[in-house]
């Protein structure tokens, strides 16, 4: 195991958190089922998906349907966009990343309080948009362990349901395979993702996904020896990280999303357990100094939920 039982299990623990508070998200968004007497299908009800103004995701982001991207144009705009921060880390421009964080970051948070604000006030989304301001601006220029992570763990919650629009759940189990062998290829192989994490934190002050610093039990002993005998200690400690990418969070989220949609809370429910049970595993397998890719692992999860939900809608 890399990282020691609390350490993961903390982690485990915010990675699920934030998938069940993405479940509540995506539900707020949703659309509203109507049934429609049709004559043409021998006096059969269809059922038909509609939004209403309460369920469409504020700020301009619910996209109309003849507006849906497709499947290529995605993950185009995702090669696309890996390229742009490839430029931006070559020549550190580091106040792009983080304007571009502040955008993205208020918007998420934004969506995230709306969903839960529209139920009490007349102008949520307005009083939303301020608040999230208030803990964008907390998170990226005043930051702090605590901050970063609460809102970490809202942010991808809120980013979702953008997403979810768009995807079926053909086309968002083709851009889980996708995904997965990017992660792979992206880890152990070129290095990008690597890179783009010590850009993110070292250059940038930002970091999209989750991280908990701690101390090693060797190094809390040697801090102690230090301390007992008051001894100078002008070495620099290294702290160990222990971290999730945003990515990581945000795909299985979707993909619930997408199902909890199409095929109700079950199938929901059996995608965010998968993804857990996928992500446990690499946490259990995974070794000290080595980077591992967590979607393709998350992935299998997600697939082997999926089994266990058709197997039991035919039991059932």
Known sequence: MKHNIKITALLLGMFLIAQFIGLYVASQYMPVKQHIYNNETGGKTDIIQNYSEENKVPYGMQPEEYEKPGLFSIILSFIIAICLILVIMKYKWRWVIRIFFFFVITIALAIFFNSVLKHVFLYSALISLGIALIFSFWKIFKPNFLVHNITELLIYPGIAPVFIIIFNPISIIILLIIISVYDMWAVWHSGIMQKMAK???????????????????????????????????????????????GGDIIFPIITSGVFLREFGLLSALSITMGAF?????????????????????ITSGIFFGLLIWKFLSFAF
């Open 199 to 245: 850009f993110q934190i070292e250059e940038a002050g930002v970091f999209g996904g989750l991280f908990i610093p701690y101390l090693t039990k060797k190094l809390k002993a040697k801090i102690a020896k230090f301390k007992k005998f008051k001894l100078n200690q002008k070495k620099k400690i290294k702290i160990s990280l222990a971290m999730l990418g």
């Open 277 to 297: 049970a996928g992500l446990l595993f690499l946490f259990i397998i995974s070794k000290k100094k080595k980077f591992y890719p967590a979607m393709p692992f």
